[in-house]
């Protein structure tokens, strides 16, 4: 395994391995000096052609608690029309010796053509790209639900757990990436938005599919995981408006105390409060969201080690 | 001045007659079993000759795109695989909208002379969509434009598109409709599906095509004139045409030879080779696809060549130009998916490169029959040789979805306006032009 570009290419072994690699860093996150030496010496790049700040931090934290160098390249909306390509960019890095390169990109697939390229030799980790895969998103959500749901030290994989993916399925790479790690793993996976967002081609991708949130949530889904609505889809006809968006596919109050007090609330996170999700359940006991970017870190150091540490001294 | 004369012995034509074919100057002199006379004479045992081969879709990016392609390398290409004429689409720097364009368009062409380079003209200014293009003067020009097209875009406004069709029927021009509504389609990257939610490219779905042809057929009905549908590629399409076809209405339709043969799962990894407009399609797709071309609903298989430079191929998918190269591989992939599968026979595949196209395009020296009197337009096809793809074609470019794959079938001798082309597989230098 050279690359993450996509939990689709991860077999419930590779998984698992992650998983538990990302228990052990946890343990290192817990302890007042929160440094390991394994990427001493070793260069990686954040390669951010989107606007993140999160997800670009946790993984410059993670690389720099295994000890590695970090750089950080920005170039927002950068396009062979409009400036340096990126296959420029990444021979520019590779010239420099870089040996992973953390990717986020508005294109779908640009991490895949980059790892399929002759442009450069480095490790490539898809830090999410365009409506496609985030696969160490998906890894940090199903360690929190794990940890939440089986406790802190559990190994095995989500089998009997049952999770609801509500929102705009078709824009979300977070859901993409949750849907392929969540079925490898063994839970089941159940999806839910508007036929819009939530196109017929998706029953196959999952265990269910509804179109109307409050029947799906009376089918004792353990976890309810809420996306992301961007103002923007109103403007493109999606939806009609964010009222009844909000009301129809919004996680109130009223839906949230409806909820099994058991059932874990997720969202991968920017929020938008009182559209997809009210205050009441993103900050109630039962909301796993502050866990879910703590051990962003934690997952993300355990990619970082596996693709740079293990994979590479094994050669 | 004596004609050079050449016999072409034991060549069989597209109905299975084994006969010799003698040419004269420009003309077919005779053919028949006698062994005449001749300066050179080739044993053509095993060859098939059909009247040379006629793309209606062509991109030869020659005014302002010289870096993908010339007029010069595009007609080599051609040339290369069987083709005696070409027609050049009209989305040129500047636009082929005037007659001055396509008057040097053509001129390019006969000064390259391998193939009749045929533009096509816009249909719209600019291929703006909104006011018509010079279509009478490009018709009454030099360059006698028959065929227009927005090729690339479509003429999405139905008044526009109206009268476009009304326009043409003056000079018994036809539209050549590239079917894609806009707003069904807006950043389309792949063929909508299973696959495109997969991979989290735009769907670019059927109904765009289907619900352009729909509506295009009905308009030609209702104002009696002549459509031609561009690059087909759906089942749907093909019952709209086919419905269309029988109601009497005078729609003729295309499909590319990468239609009839790749599907969308080459997208897969993201290699950007494998962007075209309008998308690889299903398999499903292509079965009927071919079916249609087999049943007559489909009339004529065009290239849709278009050559791209390196830089917009060696990038990521969103930013990666649409389109592939086809003149050199098009009769092969026409054999392996017609041929090969008893779909067709040789007859037919002589309508659908050659007679049909001419037609379209009314063409008087083009699409004629192998026989005496006719121009000495002709391809001698070896269906029993295999070849693999390679990047050293005669077009200058290289984004080539066969590269590397082991093709059946290849052209041996093209004779454009009587002279060799392609002679025994090698492309030879004709012409006036000047190479740099």
Same mark, same amino acid.
């Given at each position: 395994m050279k690359h993450l570009l996509s939990t689709g290419d991860l077999d419930l072994a590779n998984s698992l391995e992650l998983l538990n690699l990302s228990v052990e860093m946890q343990g290192v996150n817990s302890r007042d000096v929160k440094k390991l030496p394994s990427l001493t010496g070793r260069t990686v790049a954040n390669l951010f052609f989107e606007d993140s700040t999160r997800t670009r931090f946790s993984f410059e934290i993670a690389a720099?608690?295994?000890?590695? +160098?970090?750089?950080?390249?920005?170039?927002?909306?950068?396009?062979?029309?409009?400036?340096?390509?990126?296959? +420029?960019?990444v021979l520019t890095l590779e010239a420099m010796g870089i040996e992973a390169l953390i990717v986020r990109h508005h294109h779908s697939g640009a991490a895949n053509t980059i790892a399929n390229s002759y442009w450069s030799n480095a490790t490539v980790i898809n830090a999410g790209d365009g409506t496609h895969q985030h696969p160490t998103q998906a890894l940090t959500d199903a360690l929190t639900i794990r940890q939440a749901l089986k406790g802190k030290e559990d190994s095995g994989d989500l089998s009997g757990i049952k999770v609801l993916?509500?929102? +705009?399925?078709?824009?979300?790479?977070?859901?993409?990436?949750?849907?392929?790690?969540?079925?490898?793993?063994?839970?089941?996976?159940?999806?839910?938005?508007?036929?819009?967002?939530?196109?017929?081609?998706?029953?196959?991708?999952?265990?269910?599919?509804?179109?109307?949130?409050?029947?799906?949530?009376?089918?004792?889904?353990?976890?309810?995981?809420?996306?992301?609505?961007?103002?923007?889809?109103?403007?493109?006809?999606?939806?009609?408006?964010?009222?009844?968006?909000s009301t129809l596919w919004g996680l109130s109050s009223e839906r949230f105390s409806n909820l099994k007090s058991s059932t874990l609330i997720m969202h991968p996170g920017p929020m938008n409060r009182g559209l997809e999700i009210s205050s009441e359940a993103a900050d109630s006991s039962q909301s796993a969201i502050v866990d879910q970017v703590r051990n962003g870190v934690s997952v993300r150091m355990a990619v970082l080690y596996k693709l740079l540490a293990q994979e590479s001294s094994a050669k | 001045m004596t004609n050079k004369t050449t016999l072409f012995k034991n060549v069989s034509l597209s109905d299975g007659t084994v006969t010799n074919i003698l040419v004269s100057g420009q003309v077919i002199e005779y053919v028949g079993k006698e062994t005449k006379d001749s300066v050179e004479e080739f044993d053509c045992s095993g060859l098939i000759a059909m009247s040379g081969f006629v793309d209606l879709h062509t991109h030869l990016r020659e005014p302002g795109f010289e870096q993908s392609e010339t007029i010069l390398t595009g007609s080599k290409a051609a040339a290369k695989g069987g083709f005696t004429c070409v027609h050049p689409m009209a989305n040129t720097n500047p636009v082929a909208d005037n007659s001055a364009v396509v008057e040097q368009?053509?001129? @390019?062409?006969?000064?390259?002379?391998?193939?009749?380079?045929?533009?096509?003209?816009?249909?719209?200014?600019?291929?703006?969509?909104?006011?018509?293009?010079?279509?009478? %003067?490009?018709?009454? !020009?030099?360059?006698?434009? *028959?065929?227009?097209?927005?090729?690339?875009?479509?003429? !999405?406004?139905?008044?526009?598109?109206?009268?476009? @069709?009304?326009?043409?029927?003056?000079? &018994?021009?036809?539209?050549?409709?590239?079917?894609?509504?806009?707003?069904?389609?807006?950043?389309?990257?792949?063929?909508?599906?299973?696959?495109?939610?997969?991979?989290?490219?735009?769907?670019?779905?059927?109904?765009?095509? $289907?619900?352009? /042809?729909?509506?295009?057929?009905? @308009?030609?009905?209702?104002?009696?004139?002549?459509?031609?549908?561009?690059?087909?590629?759906?089942?749907?399409?093909?019952?709209? /045409?086919?419905?269309?076809?029988?109601?009497?209405?005078?729609? *003729?339709?295309?499909? *590319?030879?990468?239609?009839?043969?790749?599907?969308? &799962?080459?997208?897969?990894?993201? #290699?950007?080779?494998?962007?075209?407009n309008p998308p690889l399609r299903t398999s499903e797709d292509v079965q009927a696809l071919r079916q249609a071309v087999a049943d007559g609903t489909i009339d004529i298989i065009a290239t849709d060549h278009a050559p791209h430079t390196p830089d917009s191929k060696d990038c990521e998918w969103g930013e990666a130009a649409f389109g592939?190269?086809?003149?050199?591989?098009?009769?092969? /992939?026409?054999?392996?998916? @017609?041929?090969? *599968?008893?779909?067709?026979?040789? %007859?037919?595949?002589? $309508?659908?490169?050659?007679?049909?196209?001419?037609? /379209?395009?009314?063409?008087?020296?083009?699409?004629?029959?192998?026989?005496?009197?006719?121009?000495?337009?002709?391809?001698?096809?070896?269906?029993?040789?295999?070849?693999?793809? &390679?990047?050293?074609?005669?077009?200058?470019?290289?984004? #080539?979805?066969?590269?590397?794959?082991?093709?059946?079938?290849?052209?041996?001798?093209?004779?454009? %306006?009587g002279t060799f082309t392609v002679k025994n597989s090698m492309i030879q230098e004709i012409g006036t032009h000047n190479d740099i």
């Open positions: 720099k608690r295994l000890s590695a +160098d970090v750089v950080n390249f920005t170039a927002k909306g950068s396009s062979v029309s409009k400036g340096e390509s990126l296959k +420029d960019t993916i509500v929102g +705009d399925i078709l824009h979300s790479r977070v859901a993409r990436s949750n849907i392929d790690l969540l079925k490898t793993l063994g839970a089941y996976v159940g999806l839910a938005g508007p036929s819009t967002l939530l196109p017929s081609e998706a029953s196959s991708l999952a265990d269910a599919v509804y179109h109307n949130l409050d029947e799906a949530l009376l089918d004792g889904f353990d976890v309810v995981m809420m996306l992301r609505m961007q103002m923007e889809r109103m403007n493109s006809v999606f939806v009609p408006n964010a009222n009844e968006y | 368009v053509y001129a @390019l062409g006969e000064a390259a002379g391998y193939v009749q380079v045929q533009p096509i003209g816009a249909v719209t200014a600019n291929l703006g969509g909104k006011n018509l293009a010079d279509l009478g %003067k490009m018709n009454a !020009s030099a360059a006698n434009v *028959t065929v227009f097209s927005d090729d690339g875009k479509c003429v !999405s406004d139905s008044l526009v598109m109206r009268r476009a @069709l009304e326009y043409v029927k003056a000079f &018994d021009g036809v539209i050549a409709q590239h079917a894609q509504d806009p707003l069904l389609t807006v950043n389309a990257q792949m063929n909508e599906s299973a696959l495109s939610l997969k991979l989290g490219l735009t769907g670019w779905p059927s109904v765009a095509e $289907e619900a352009i /042809i729909a509506r295009d057929v009905l @308009l030609t009905h209702e104002v009696g004139s002549r459509l031609h549908v561009c690059h087909v590629s759906t089942k749907g399409s093909v019952d709209v /045409i086919r419905w269309a076809k029988s109601r009497g209405i005078n729609v *003729t339709a295309e499909v *590319t030879p990468h239609h009839l043969i790749l599907t969308e &799962d080459l997208v897969s990894e993201y #290699n950007p080779v494998f962007k075209v592939m190269i086809g003149l050199e591989s098009a009769a092969a /992939i026409a054999k392996t998916t @017609l041929i090969d *599968t008893g779909l067709i026979d040789w %007859k037919r595949f002589e $309508e659908l490169l050659a007679i049909n196209p001419a037609k /379209i395009s009314k063409l008087a020296d083009q699409g004629q029959p192998i026989e005496a009197g006719s121009p000495a337009n002709i391809l001698f096809f070896d269906p029993s040789t295999s070849y693999q793809v &390679d990047s050293h074609g005669e077009s200058k470019s290289t984004n #080539n979805p066969y590269l590397g794959m082991r093709l059946s079938g290849s052209v041996v001798h093209t004779i454009y %306006k």
